[in-house]
C-alpha cells in the first residue's frame, strides 16, 4: 500500500540523519515510539516527540531501555507500528526484548546508532561495534534483520525498508546507523506519499473460530491479530504450539526455532541488500558498510587510479548475511579487504563465506573516529599482491 | 455466555478460563487459582466488555494466569508486565488493560516500572498475587519476604527490610490501593470490579499461600492452616494509613481498600497538554489505517 501522506513530510530538506530516520518512520506508518536519552541517538525521539501529536499517535519517554524495549512491543500488539532508538549501552539492555520480539513475531523496529564501546565508551563518537551484538545478542536460536544506512537520505529511505520487512517477515529489525551518519547534515530528498510503498500489517482475515496465532501456510510467517479484536490469542515467550500455548517439548521447539530462522534464511536472497561497483574486473574487493563504507569508496578510487582491479561491495542488509554473494566472488577473486569501525567483527562472515578460496584482509579501527583512506588503500595494495 | 451463567451444572467461571489447558500448573493449596476465581466472578459482576479487556502477565508462578484465561492475554519477560501494558494502553487507549503478576516480579525486577507506571498513572490494573517469595524457581528471598523468615536463599533467616507494597505505589501515585488475602474471595472481587471503574493505576495486593515452599519452610502448616491463619489474623482496615500496613512473619495482615483518589491519568494530561500547546495542530486518535491498510 501507499504511504499515508499525513505522515510524510514531502520535500527537499537538509537534515540530519537521525531526523531522517524518524521521517522514515514516520513515513513508514510508524504512529508510537517509546525511548530513553542517550547519545548519539536521542535526536531520532527527539524529533518523533514533537512530530507524532500532529500526525496521530504517542511518544512516551520511558523509565529505561528495557521498558522501552518492551512498551514498543506492547504496542504493536494493541495495532500500532512501533520502534524505539537507542545506541551501545541501552542496546545491550534491550536485548532480552529483541530475544521476545523474535520468538512472539512482534513486528517492530530497534534503531541503533551506534558508539564506541564496551560500556560507556565514546558516547559522542562513532563506532560499527555492535554488529555482532545485533545479530547475536539476545540468547537462543533466532533470526534478526539489520540494515545500515550510510547518509541521511538512506536514513529516510531505509528506515522505511526496515519497517517494511518487519511487517512482512514478523521479525524485529536492527536499522545500524552510527554515530556520523546520525549527526552527518545532507540533502534529503522525500517523495510524495503516493511514491512511497509501505507494507501493511499482515493481519488475519480469518474469522475467530478459525484463527490460529501460530498458524503458517507455507510461507512461514503467521497472521497477526490485535488485541480487542475479539480473538482472544495467547502470546508467550515460552516455547508454544500453533495455538500460542505453550508446549515444552523438543519437538515443538525444533519446529518453531527452525521456522523462526528459516522464515527469513528461505528469503536471504530477497532481503540481501548490497551495492556493487567494479566487481566484473576484481581482483579485490572491499566490503564495506556503513560510513565506513564512504571512506572505503575514497580508497577504492585511489586504488583504481594507481591501476589496481579493485571492486566495491557495500552491505546495506548485514543480517542475513549475504554469503552466496561472497562464495560466488571468492572463486574469482583473490582477497577481500574488510575495513570496519571495530576490531574485525563482519569480517568473520566474510572469511566464513570465502571459505578459504580467497584471502580476506581486516582492517580494523577501534572506534572514536573513522579511517583515514590511506589504511584501507595500503590494505587493497597488499590485498593485490597476495 | 449468559446462557452458562444460568446454567447451574457449569462452573460460572468456565467460560472465562481456556480449559483446553487445564490442568493447571500450581500447587495443591496454591492461592493463585483462587485469586483467578476471585478476577473471573469480577468480570461477571462488573459485566465489562470482555473483547476490551487484555491481560498482561510477567514472568513466575503468578506470570502463568495470562495463559489460563480466554481473553487477549500476553505472558511477557520478568518483570516488564507493566511497560508492556502501557504500550499496549496508549496505543489503543480503548482497551482495559490488567496486568497480573506476582510480587517479585513486579516488585523486584520490575520495581521501576511499578513506581513509574504509578507516577504517571497509567489507567492499568495490576492484581499483584504476593506470597512473599519467588516460588517458581524453587523459594528465593523476594522483597516482599518478612524479615527473619527462611528462605532457599536465606536459610538462616531474611534480615533485609521487606516493600511494603501499599505504602509504595501508594506514595508513587496509584489512585487506588486494595490488600485481601486469598481467604477475601468476595472482597477481592468486589475490589477488582471496584478498580474497573477507576480511571489511573490501580493496584490491588493479594496475599496467597505457596504451601510447597513459604508456609513449609516456615513450618505454617498447609493451605488450610494458612486459610485460618488468614482469616484471624486479617483486620479489615479500610483507608488506614499505608505506612501502618506492613507484613511481618505471623503478624496481623491488614486488608481493606487502603486509597481511593482521583487525579487525571497520564492519556488525559497528555491530551490536555496537546491540545493547549498545539490547539488544532493536534491529531487525538491514533492513525490506524497506516498499518492494515
Redesign the interface.
Known sequence: MKANPHGVLTGTHFIDGDHACCEGALAAGARFAAGYPITPSTEVVERFAARVPTVGGTFIQMEDELAASIALQGAVWGGAKAFTVTSGPGFSLMMEHIGYAAMTETPCVFVDVQRGGPSTGLPTLPAQADMMQARWGSHGDYEIIALCPNSPQECFDLTIQAFNMAEEFRVPVMFMMDEVVGHMTEKVVIPPADEIEVTPRKHTTKSIEEYLPYGTNGDLVPEMAHAGEGYNFHVTGLTHDERGYPNMTPQTQDKLVRRLQNKVRNAADRICLIEEDHLSDADVVVVSYGITSRVAQRAIDMGRDRGVNVGKLRLITAWPFPEKKIAELASRVKAFVVPELNLGQMVREVERSAAAKAKTFSVPHAGGGVHNPEEILNAIVEASRC | MLNVLNDDTVNPVEPFL?T??MPHIWCPGCGIGTTVNSFARALIESKIDL??L?L?SGIGCTGRV??YV????????H??AI??????????P??NVVVYSGDGDLSAIGG??LI?AARRNIDVKVICVNNLIYAMTGGQTAPTTPGHATTSTNPYGTFEPAFNLPHLVEAAGAVYVARWTTFHVRQLSRSISEAFQKKGFSFIEVISPCPTLYQRRNKMGDGLDTMKYYKEKSKVKNGAPTSEVGLTLNGEIAVGKFVDRDRPDYQSM?RAQ?HES?GE?????????????
Open positions: 481456556r483446553d489447558r473483547q476490551s487484555a498482561v495470562a495463559g480466554k481473553l487477549d492475554s500476553f505472558h511477557t519477560t518483570g516488564r511497560p508492556f501494558a502501557t504500550g499496549l494502553k496508549l496505543a489503543n480503548k482497551l521501576n516500572h513509574h497528555m496537546y498545539l495542530r493536534y491529531i487525538e486518535e491514533p492513525e490506524t489505517e497506516c498499518v492494515c491498510g
